[in-house]
């Protein structure tokens, strides 16, 4: 009686794995994908903050407006140079304006377009949920009477 009763059963562990296994995969690619989304985006990050350091950097000028120039002049090809081979289409700009605190603000902003470039080929079902654009800003604020 009871090998007729595991000859029966033979065969429900592949059914039951072959339900099981999509939800499976789906989880497990859910999971590399925004952990890759979640890591070009630290990347983004870091190169808009190395763009914004790059902007304190001295820029040798008879005046302050040609050397604020000259600084914002620097921001994108210090970012440009830091960005990862996974984002390396990834775009820079960078401007300045004057902040509210009589200061010079120099605005660095590193935008990738994941819908054009994405780092893992899109499910269906995600596609709704995956971001279109990563972007990433820095700022940082410049004494005008320090810019030469």
Do not use: W
Request: net charge neutral; hydrophobic share 45%.
């Amino acid at each position: 009686m009871r090998l007729t009763h595991s000859r029966r059963q033979r065969g429900s562990t592949a059914i039951e794995f072959a339900m099981i296994f999509p939800l499976f995969f789906v989880v497990l690619y859910g999971i590399i994908t925004f952990s890759m989304i979640f890591v070009a985006q630290q990347s983004l990050t870091l190169a808009a903050e190395e763009g914004a350091r790059a902007a304190l950097r001295y820029q040798q000028s008879d005046n302050p407006t040609d050397a604020l120039a000259a600084r914002v002049n620097n921001v994108c090809p210090t970012v440009y140079g830091m960005l990862t081979k996974m984002v390396s289409t990834a775009g820079c700009s960078a401007t300045s304006a004057a902040c509210n605190t009589g200061m010079q603000c120099v605005n660095v902003i590193v935008t990738y377009s994941y819908a054009d470039h994405p780092l893992v080929p899109s499910l269906p079902i995600l596609g709704d949920v995956l971001p279109t654009t990563l972007t990433s800003s820095a700022t940082i604020q410049l004494n005008p009477l320090n810019l030469l």
